[in-house]
Every structure is written in structure tokens, then in C-alpha cells.
């Protein structure tokens, strides 16, 4: 599985919004590392926030048990699976919240904005 992340510290730095249509169109024309945006593959019997390790990625994490939303990615495309027992509020996984820790892809291919940690609406949720 293909995926294409952003760091939403580039967001923040640039002032743009989960919202927009044209995200990633943007990070691709900016100026940014490639730890802030870039692609990864997700073998299958890995979970992104594994993945993201596996090819050298420091992605925020605390418990890597579904407890802590440390790990908290925000979807902009594509599906990736969420376990029954988890912290993530249903308001916030209907946005297209998600944790990586325990997170898999079920699409062919995702674009997520990984660090949304420093989100108010998640600070709240953090332990
Ligand atoms: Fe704690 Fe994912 S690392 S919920």
C-alpha cells in the first residue's frame, strides 16, 4: 500500500488547513524536507505508524496500544482500519481521525497528515 504523508508541523508553518482541496498539491511545491512530506509502502503485516519506523520515520507515538492518541493521523484519502477498543472519539474518527499505532491500511492507497497531536480537538484526548 501506497502511502503519501504530510507532517502537519508543515501545515501550521505554512497556515494551511486539513480542509483543503489542494493539500498536498501545496506540500508538493513547497519547500520541505522529505521527513514532512513524502511516500512511503506499508508492507501487510504492518500498521503505518510500524511502517513509517521501518523506513526511517520518527512519527509521534506513546503507548502503541490504541490508549494514548499520540500517534493520531488525520485521513485525506483512502481507509485505514481502526480496532473496536480505542480512544479516538466517533465524532473525530467520522472527520477521518485515525491511530497509526494499530491503524492498517484497507485501501490501495492513502494520503494522511501524520503529528495532528497538537490538534485541540485531540490535545484534549492525549495521556
Ligand atoms: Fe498511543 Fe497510538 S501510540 S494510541
Known amino acids: 500500500v501506497r502511502v503519501e504523508f504530510l507532517d502537519y508541523e508543515a501545515l501550521a508553518d505554512y497556515g494551511w488547513s486539513l ?9 508538493s511545491h513547497a519547500d ?8 512511503l509502502l506499508v508492507h ?9 519506523e521501518n523506513r526511517g520515520f520518527g512519527w509521534p507515538f506513546s ?3 490504541g490508549a494514548c492518541a499520540n500517534c493520531a493521523v488525520y485521513l485525506v484519502e483512502g481507509e485505514l482500519s481502526q480496532p473496536a477498543n480505542h480512544i ?8 477521518g481521525f485515525r491511530l497509526s499505532c494499530n491503524g492498517y491500511p484497507v485501501s ?13 480537538e485531540l490535545d484534549d484526548l492525549i495521556l
Open 44 to 52: 501487510p503485516d504492518e500498521s503505518l505508524l510500524e511502517a513509517a
Open 19 to 27: 480542509d483543503d482541496d489542494d493539500l498536498f498539491r501545496k506540500a
Open 63 to 65: 503507548c502503541r496500544g
Open 88 to 95: 479516538m472519539p466517533d465524532e473525530l474518527a467520522e472527520r
Open 32 to 39: 520541505l524536507d522529505e521527513s514532512e512530506h513524502g511516500r
Open 108 to 120: 490501495d492507497e492513502l494520503k494522511v497528515v501524520f503529528n495532528v497531536k497538537q490538534l485541540a
